[in-house]
C-alpha cells in the first residue's frame, strides 16, 4: 500500500494491485498540488508493501507502534515519537494493532532532502500539537480560497522549519539490515528466538561456524551479533511495553531476561528510562 501509515487505508487499494515484489510510487497529492497536507490513520494490523512517494512525509504515533523498514534499516515507530521519511526513499510500513498515527507530507521545496535515510525522531510537543492542528488540511485536497492557501502555507512552513530542526535529533531506534545471505538469515533467526537465543544456536542454524557467525556481524554491520541481539531485545521490549496491560516481568521473559533488575539496567541504559517509566509515558499519550 501506500507510503504513510496514515494514508494506507486510503490508497491501499491501488497497490495491492501491483504485480508481487512491484514497488511502486504512490502519489499522496492524487494529482493535487497542495505544498504541505496531512492524514489520520486509525485502524488494523496493515503491511503496507514495498513504495515510495513524490512527498517527504512525518508520522507521528499517538498509540500503538508502527515499523518502518528501508533496504538499509528496520526502524521502530513507538509511541511519542515521529518517522522521517524522505521523498522517493523506498519503504514498507507494519502498522501494528490498535495503532493511531498522524502524518503530515511536505513538497520537496520545504525541507532539503538531507542525506536521504529513514531515521525516527524525538519530537516536541509543540510539533505534535501543530501535526494535529494540521488534520485540518488534508494532503490530497482541492485548492481552495486565495486566503485560505495563504493560511495553510504560512502554517506549514512554520511547521517544516521546526521539523528542519528536528531533524538533528535521531532516536537510536532502528536496527541494520544486510544484503549478505548469511547475516540476513542469523538476524532473521535471532529476531525470531529473542527469549532463548545463542549465538551457538544461530550458528547451527545459518550453517556456519560461531566464529564466522561473529566475523561476518563485524565485517558487514559494524557490530558484534551480542550488540545486534541487545538492540534487538531492546526494540522489542519497547514495543510490548506500549501494548495496554503488558507487564514489565512479562516483557523481560519475553525478550530473553532472566530476572526484572537485568532488564531493567539494560533498558535504562539503552533507553534512558526504567521500563516502568516508559510504559507509563507512552500509554499516557492524549489521543
Known amino acids: 500500500m501506500t507510503v504513510s501509515a496514515s494514508s494506507d487505508r486510503v490508497l491501499s487499494e491501488p497497490a495491492n494491485l501491483a504485480p508481487e515484489g512491484a514497488r511502486r510510487v504512490i502519489e499522496l497529492r492524487r ?6 497536507g496531512s492524514y489520520l490513520y486509525e485502524g488494523d494490523a496493515l503491511i503496507t508493501g514495498w513504495h515510495s512517494h513524490e512527498v517527504h512525509q512525518v508520522e507521528y504515533a499517538l498509540h500503538g507502534v508502527v515499523e518502518v523498514e528501508t533496504d538499509s534499516a528496520h526502524h521502530l515507530l513507538p509511541p511519542q515519537q515521529a518517522a522521517w521519511i524522505p521523498a522517493g526513499l523506498e519503504h514498507q510500513a507494519v502498522m501494528n494493532p490498535d495503532v493511531k498515527t498522524v502524518a ?74 544486510s544484503d549478505n545471505p548469511i547475516v540476513a538469515a ?33 565485517d558487514t554491520l559494524g557490530l558484534s551479533w551480542r550488540t545486534y541481539l541487545l538492540h534487538a531485545r531492546m526494540l522489542r521490549a519497547m514495543a510490548l511495553l506500549a501494548a495496554p496491560r503488558q507487564t514489565v516481568q512479562e516483557t523481560a521473559t519475553a525478550v530473553g531476561f532472566d530476572s526484572v533488575s537485568s532488564f531493567t539496567r539494560a533498558f535504562a541504559q539503552f533507553c534512558g528510562e526504567t521500563p516502568s517509566a516508559y510504559r507509563r509515558r507512552v500509554s499516557e499519550t492524549p489521543d
Do not use: N
Request: proline share 5%; charged share 30%; with cysteine.
Open 104 to 177: 503530515v507530507m511536505f513538497d520537496r521545496s520545504l525541507i532539503p532532502d538531507g542525506d536521504g535515510r529513514a531515521r525516527i525522531l524525538a519530537v516536541s510537543p509543540l510539533i505534535r500539537e501543530m501535526m494535529i492542528y494540521g488534520l485540518r488540511w488534508p494532503i490530497d485536497r482541492r485548492p481552495g480560497t486565495a486566503e485560505d492557501e495563504s493560511v495553510s502555507d504560512g502554517f506549514f512552513r512554520t511547521l517544516a522549519a521546526l521539523v528542519r530542526e528536528a531533524l538533528d535529533h535521531e532516536a537510536p531506534l532502528s536496527l541494520p539490515t
Open 31 to 36: 494529482g493535487g498540488q497542495a505544498l504541505a
Open 186 to 218: 542469523a538476524m532473521d533467526y535471532t529476531k525470531r528466538h529473542l527469549d532463548t537465543v545463542t549465538c551457538e544456536e544461530v550458528s547451527r542454524a545459518v550453517a556456519v561456524s560461531e566464529r564466522t557467525l561473529r566475523r561476518l556481524f563485524a
